[in-house]
C-alpha cells in the first residue's frame, strides 16, 4: 500500500484565512518610544503575521492586518508596556480558513 504525501507550506495554510479591518480601530497599539526594548523589537522576528516593523528612525511600528490573535505580542510586551492589546470588536478581525 502506497500513501500519499502531500507537503503543504505554513504560508500557504495561512493565505487561506481572511481579515476584516475595523478601519480607525485597531486592536494593537504600540505606545510611543524613542527606542524599543528587546522585547519590542522581538516582534519584528516573531509574530507569524509580520505585523511588526522598524520604521526608519529605528522604531517599531505594527500593522495590525492579517493579526492572528495568537497572542505572543501581548506575551512578550504587554505587561511591560510596550504595546497595548485587546481582541478586535466582535465580527472584525481574522477569519480563519481550515483544511
Ligand atoms: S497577536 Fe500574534 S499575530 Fe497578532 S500581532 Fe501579535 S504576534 Fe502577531
Not at 478601519?23 to 516582534?43: C, D, T, Y
Request: hydrophobic share 35%; with cysteine; proline share 5%.
Amino acid at each position: 500500500m502506497t500513501i500519499a504525501v502531500t507537503k503543504v507550506r505554513v504560508e500557504d495554510k495561512l493565505y487561506q484565512n481572511r481579515y476584516l479591518v475595523d478601519s480607525g480601530r485597531p486592536h494593537i497599539i504600540v505606545r510611543p518610544h524613542e527606542k524599543p526594548s528587546a522585547n519590542l523589537l522581538a516582534l519584528t522576528y516573531v509574530c507569524p503575521a509580520k505585523c511588526y516593523e522598524l520604521n526608519d528612525r529605528g522604531q517599531v511600528e505594527i500593522t495590525a492586518d492579517g493579526c492572528m490573535e495568537c497572542g505572543t505580542c501581548r506575551i512578550l510586551c504587554e505587561k511591560g508596556g510596550d504595546i497595548e492589546w485587546n481582541y478586535p470588536r466582535g465580527g472584525f478581525g481574522v477569519l480563519f480558513k481550515f483544511g
